[in-house]
């Protein structure tokens, strides 16, 4: 069990200090708000060359001049993007922030009629990661953002797409999250001989964010750290991208991979009635390797 001296109240900025990053280069996807943006900041500040991936060009580009990077178009949702993305980015990849995503929105399919949180959240994801691992380098670190979420359900395997059960749209996420957690899990599998680490986390429940956005405002809840609550720790933004930043670039998970972070520490397992913990489901190397021959089918 990997343990650091950072925990549920450190914020980014302090998970960095003393690291320098000069000379790495870094892609934060949904890096325009949120903990993708302080993701994208801080790992700016500590001297990467950082690539946000955004929906919106103007609004991104405008983010990234504030941020000291750069900003590049992606949209996850469309296969076409993720491809042209990955055949603009020339040379190599030190840091992949896999951190965009969307929250228990109505049903909604892309043109391919996979389901919109499955297809953003995972699909979108997984195509630019194998589309960039031959730029990853040696040492690289790959990081899923997934979510507390994923305990309430495991990948509809029979049907991912909700095309014959009745679309729920916390069912869609959760399965969406447990692909970030599985994906983490095949890809450090198969990258371990790149020497390219893979993990994933949960961010902990950030205040007011854009990925609230389809069940309103969330407000600012009472913040809680106590490491044996129930609940998932409540996050401000720069909290909240705390474990992102550990995982991409802190000495401290050096050589770590295939694991499942919370509150800038590996989780244990899930336990019932706990809000806290990783899903057997989510690290079972069977259901890794299933999601990955998936994936690679659906994209082509």
């Known amino acids: ?21 000069t000379g790495r280069r870094a892609v934060v996807t949904g890096g325009a708000s949120g903990i993708g943006r302080e993701t994208a900041r801080v790992l700016a500040k500590a001297g990467a060359e950082v690539t946000i991936g955004v929906r919106d060009l103007d609004a991104g580009t405008r983010v990234a001049q504030e941020i000291g990077a750069r900003a590049a178009y992606l949209d996850l ?26 929250m228990a929105t109505p049903l909604q399919r892309t043109k391919q009629g996979w389901e919109m949180q499955f297809a953003t959240n995972h699909l979108g994801h997984f195509a630019l990661a194998t589309g960039l691992h031959g730029n990853l380098t040696p040492g690289a670190r790959v990081v899923s953002v997934s979510s507390v979420g994923h305990i309430n359900g495991d990948v509809q395997w029979d049907d991912v797409n909700f095309e014959r059960h009745p679309y729920d749209p916390w069912a869609a996420y959760s399965q969406s999250k447990t692909a970030n957690i599985l994906y983490a899990v095949e890809a450090a599998r198969r990258w371990a001989p790149d020497r390219i680490a893979v993990n994933a986390l949960n961010p902990g429940r950030i205040t007011s964010t854009n990925l609230s956005r389809h069940i309103g405002d969330i407000g600012n809840s009472p913040t809680s750290f106590d490491a044996t609550s129930k609940d998932v720790s409540w996050k401000t933004i720069e909290q909240g991208a705390a ?44 259901h890794a390797a299933r999601l990955w021959q998936l994936s690679s089918d659906m994209i082509g």
């Open 1 to 21: 069990m990997v343990t650091t001296t950072f925990g549920a109240q450190s914020t980014a900025e302090e998970v960095l200090v003393g690291v320098d990053l």
């Open 77 to 102: 949702a469309d296969q076409g993007s993720a491809r042209g993305f990955v055949k603009a980015w020339e040379g190599p990849l030190d840091i992949l922030v896999l951190n965009a995503g969307v």
């Open 243 to 286: 474990t992102s930043v550990l995982l991409a670039a802190s000495p401290l998970v050096e050589g770590v991979t295939g694991r499942y972070f919370e509150d800038c520490n590996e989780a244990g397992p899930h336990q019932a009635g706990i809000r806290r913990g990783v899903a057997d489901y989510a690290v079972d190397p069977e």
